[in-house]
Every structure is written in C-alpha cells, then in structure tokens.
C-alpha cells in the first residue's frame, strides 16, 4: 500500500521560509512533484524532480523554491524562501513510478501522478 505522507507546512509572515517534506512508504518512485491548491482554483504544479535528479520548476518560483529528494530515506522536500501571500495554499506531493514528469513539466503539459498524499497547508500572512 503507498502512502505519500507531507509535512513541514504552518503559518509565517511574507519574507518567511519553510520546508516541506514528504515521505514514501515504499522505495523510491522515479517521478516525484509538488503541486498546490487554493480552494476554488485549479491545482497546479510547483515543481518535480525525478530519480537521476533532472528537475522543473514552475515559473513563479523564480529560484524561491528548491525541490531536492534523499532516495536511501524515500523522501522528498521543497525549501521555500521568501514566501508571499500569494504561495498561501494546500501543498501535495505526488509519486509515479514512469518517466516523463520532468518533460511533461518544461513543455507544460500534464502529467499524472499516481500516488498523491494528503496536503499540507501553507499560509502566509
């Protein structure tokens, strides 16, 4: 059974940071990502990192967020610095275990994640 389980999220001021993480029940998957949601809104990706480290980010991190994984610890992170109120959302982490998600990213199409964990909300006020 996969379970995808986030961490790291709370509440700081703008200009603050914080550090996600998320945790893998089984060995590592080849793609991992993060994504965010804000109630009403679509959810969208922030950034993946796949299993020989090539990685993606969405624009809007501009050298904000970095993504980085610990694959003898099935675990995954997102620094986060410099954080506005407008990164204020529901983070999730997501897990497959096909290629693609570093691609499908840099050419903005969708890739979809099989495994996704619960969320950890961020806020940012």
């Known amino acids: 059974h996969v379970q995808l389980v986030e961490s790291g999220g709370g509440s700081v001021q703008p200009g603050g940071s914080l550090r996600l993480s998320c945790a893998a029940s089984?060995?590592?998957?080849?793609?991992m990502g993060w994504y965010r949601q804000t109630p009403g809104k679509e959810r969208e990706a922030v950034a993946a990192?796949?299993?020989?480290?090539?990685?993606s980010y969405s624009n809007f991190t501009k050298g904000r967020f970095t993504i980085s994984r610990d694959n003898t610890k099935n675990t995954m992170f997102l620094q986060m610095n410099s954080l506005k109120p407008e990164d204020s959302a529901m983070y999730y982490c997501a897990a497959d275990d096909r290629i693609g998600c570093i691609m499908a990213m840099r050419e903005r199409r969708p890739y979809e994640y099989r495994y996704w964990g619960q969320g950890t909300q961020v806020t940012v006020s």
């Open positions: 990192i796949d299993d020989v480290g090539s990685i």
């Open positions: 089984v060995a590592s998957f080849y793609c």
